[in-house]
């Protein structure tokens, strides 16, 4: 419990900077660093399934993905507008497979072949995709307060859910996958993200004149000055967004319990690795991007 506090104390603070105040390019290449580390983590754990993981064609997908967001910063028009990169995530997901069953045509045992490419596309589509569309959503207007939102939501809920679910909960949720998850800790978070990330969207003017004064943020840049929205919409939003929060947390437990492991690796002391800290965003992050680029296009 103190190693995990200790890593959440010091990671807090550097994430809430790097998403408010950091160049877009520095978030784009700290975003790709962080998908390959959970690619890496992932495609590990692809091991304990008997999959001879294609390592370094998934690492060049990914860097690829992140190149072509890279070329997007510092254009005066955007060469990849938020309907654009919706095509080429389209166009990535259903490629992938394509391409990764193409490379392992040259594999002597050709048994291993589609195991890989399918984990390869897994990966793709479950890691580096949903990472792209944070970056990108990073770059809408409004986007730094919509991942400060995201973050928000996520985080109260699972905070909620553990506490409460350890201090009261009854009735086991899923307990084959996750043992300690709990139908009490799945209200409980739920209701503390409706509660935290609805409030933070809905008094999303005054929390930005707040941080605007504090000089967390600046004005250049067209990242904040929304306005006060609809109030059942947002309830809505952060309910969707909860629940793909913690779909996405019993999937990355299915996958450790398949591989007969407790944490997807140990880069963060009292968190596991990279996979376990990230997997609600996973999931919850495109839910974001496909409110926020409707919102764009209409």
């Not at 594999?107 to 897994?122: C, M």
């Not at 699972?158 to 909960?169: E, L, Q, T, V």
């Not at 809505?236 to 967004?241: D, K, N, P, Q, S």
Request: proline residues 4%.
């Amino acid at each position: 419990m103190i190693k995990r506090i200790a890593t959440a104390v010091v990671l807090i603070p550097i994430v809430l900077l790097l998403i408010l105040r950091a160049p877009i390019t520095l978030v784009t290449v700290v975003t790709a660093v962080i998908a390959l580390l959970t690619v890496q983590e992932f495609l590990k754990l692809t091991e304990s399934y008997g999959v001879e993981p294609l390592r370094n064609p998934v690492y060049a997908f990914v860097i690829l993905l992140f190149l072509l967001l890279l070329l997007n910063i510092g254009q005066e028009k955007p060469l990849l507008s938020t309907e654009i990169f919706g095509v080429i995530a389209a166009f990535a997901a259903s490629i992938a497979a394509f391409v990764f069953l193409t490379i392992a045509m040259r594999r002597g045992d050709l048994r291993t072949g589609y195991p890989a490419a399918a984990a390869a596309t897994f990966a793709i589509v479950y890691i580096a995709l949903p990472l792209a569309m944070l970056v990108q959503l990073r770059q809408q207007w409004a986007g730094a307060f919509l991942i400060l939102y995201l973050l928000f939501v996520v985080w109260a809920g699972d905070i909620f859910a553990y506490f409460i679910g350890r201090s009261i909960g009854r009735h086991l949720m899923s307990p084959r996958i996750s043992p300690k998850k709990t139908w009490e800790g799945a209200v409980a978070s739920l209701i503390a993200s409706v509660a935290i990330g609805g409030a933070l969207f809905y008094y999303s003017s005054s929390v930005c004149t707040k941080l605007l004064q504090w000089g967390l943020i600046e004005r250049s840049g067209g990242m904040f000055g929304l306005e006060r929205p609809a109030l059942l919409p947002i309830v809505v939003l952060t309910a969707i967004l909860n629940v793909a929060a913690q779909l996405g947390d019993l999937v990355e437990s299915l996958i450790k319990r398949g591989a007969g492991v407790k944490d997807s690796g140990t880069l963060l002391p009292g968190h596991g690795g990279m996979l376990d800290r990230i997997d609600a965003l996973l999931f919850a992050a495109p839910v974001l991007w496909v409110w926020a680029a409707w919102r764009v296009v209409h």
